[in-house]
């Protein structure tokens, strides 16, 4: 199947071992040689289901598929709404009607290609369709390069709440493209730089200093996403089923995804985390648990960015909504509390403390 090219050298190389094991390969250009690593990582595939967000159609599916071809594959595409409310049963059934009409077998491969909702979703119906098939990330947000492509959640959202359907299922390849990004609006860029302030404040000063602001992040752009990758994988490989070390990547997730819930999803996920992890930073300092200062160059961080710190909702709201979200299903939740920039912890509360918590934490 692979054909005789010779194949670009790879720049950057995380492997991630968890599920089969697969590597996450990050560098300029690499969308173009789609086809070799498809080839490498599914030998017998015949078919490619390419499932391709809208936005990201236009400038990369081509180079993508016409690789995927030159490499021995025959592509069918299946173009998907972005935004979350697309992230439905109606959605993903229209995906699994396509993988059988199209006649998908268990040795071909599904191709994500787009953000994070594209990825989430078309990850579930590859872990699904046919009890399971190959599936790989072709992430071209910023945010789904550094997060949602990596480490093997797939969900759709129930009318219930977010992610509520899914499956641990990790992709066989992960390529990330930084110059996919150059078209990005710069609202979704820096929707996805919350998402590496995240892995600063959860893992290391050292790299939360070196994020001045969302031009100098794309200055560096292959070395940001390596760097949270690298950070992202060594929490997966400790706890792929979520269990202990990775709930830690929820840090602002418990008030962000309530944000979202509120807005319509009119909020982007990033801007809510932004938000949730200002909250919960500025209430860990209230409580104890976090120096004021470092409360204070998390909230000076996410505005250097543009991004909020801070929301115009209610705690009694917040708090509804947080619970009705499926982590608090429980009489208990767990929130991520910095304890100082590069270390957070997971501490238990019951549900009923949790608008005290939201309520400290708002300005
Ligand atoms: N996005 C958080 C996780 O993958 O666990």
């Not at 594209?118 to 009890?131: I, K, N, Q």
């Not at 499956?167 to 929707?191: G, I, N, S």
């Not at 290391?204 to 292959?222: G, I, M, P």
């Not at 929301?311 to 009705?324: G, H, I, Q, V």
Request: proline content about 3%; glycine content about 8%.
């Amino acid at each position: 199947m692979a054909s005789n090219r010779k194949k670009k050298k790879t720049l950057r190389t995380v492997h991630v071992n968890a599920g089969a094991g697969y590597d996450i390969l990050i560098d300029p250009g690499i969308l173009a040689y789609t086809g070799e690593y498809a080839a490498q990582v599914c030998p017998d595939a015949e078919k490619a289901a390419v499932l391709c967000d809208r936005n990201a159609f236009f400038p990369h599916a081509e180079p993508v598929e016409g690789d995927l071809y030159d490499a021995g594959f025959s592509c069918v595409q299946l173009l998907l709404e972005p935004g979350e409310e697309h992230k439905d049963l109606a959605a993903y059934s229209e995906i699994l009607a396509f993988l059988a009409d199209q006649r998908i077998t268990r040795d071909d491969v599904v191709v994500a290609m787009g953000g994070g909702v594209t990825g989430d979703m078309a990850g579930f119906a590859a872990a699904t369709y046919l009890r399971g098939l190959a599936y790989i990330q072709i992430p071209t947000t910023l945010l789904a390069m550094v997060d949602s492509s990596v480490g093997g959640k797939t969900a759709i959202d129930l009318p219930a709440g977010k992610n509520m359907a899914g499956a641990f299922c990790q992709p066989a390849l992960v390529l990330c493209d930084p110059d996919v990004l150059k078209t990005l609006p710069e609202r979704y860029f820096v929707d996805g730089c919350a998402e590496v302030i995240k892995y600063g404040v959860l893992y290391s000063r050292e790299f939360f200093d070196e994020l001045k602001d969302a031009a100098a992040v794309k200055k560096n752009l292959a070395s940001v996403i390596e760097t949270c990758v690298t950070m992202k994988r060594d929490a997966v490989e400790q706890d792929e089923f979520d269990r202990g070390e990775r709930k830690k990547l929820n840090l602002g997730h418990t008030v962000g995804h309530a944000i979202e819930h509120l807005s319509g999803y009119k909020e982007g996920h990033g801007h809510a985390v932004a938000a949730g992890m200002a909250i919960i930073a500025r209430a860990a300092a209230k409580k104890g648990y976090l120096s004021r200062e470092d409360a204070r160059a998390i909230e000076e961080k996410l505005e250097a960015f543009g991004l909020p710190a801070g929301t115009d909702f209610s705690a009694e709201e917040l708090a509804k909504a947080a619970m009705a979200d499926k982590k608090a299903s429980q009489r208990a939740i767990d929130l991520i509390v910095p304890r100082e920039i590069g270390a957070c912890d997971i501490v238990r509360i019951d549900i009923a403390e949790l608008q005290d918590w939201i309520e400290a934490g708002l300005k």
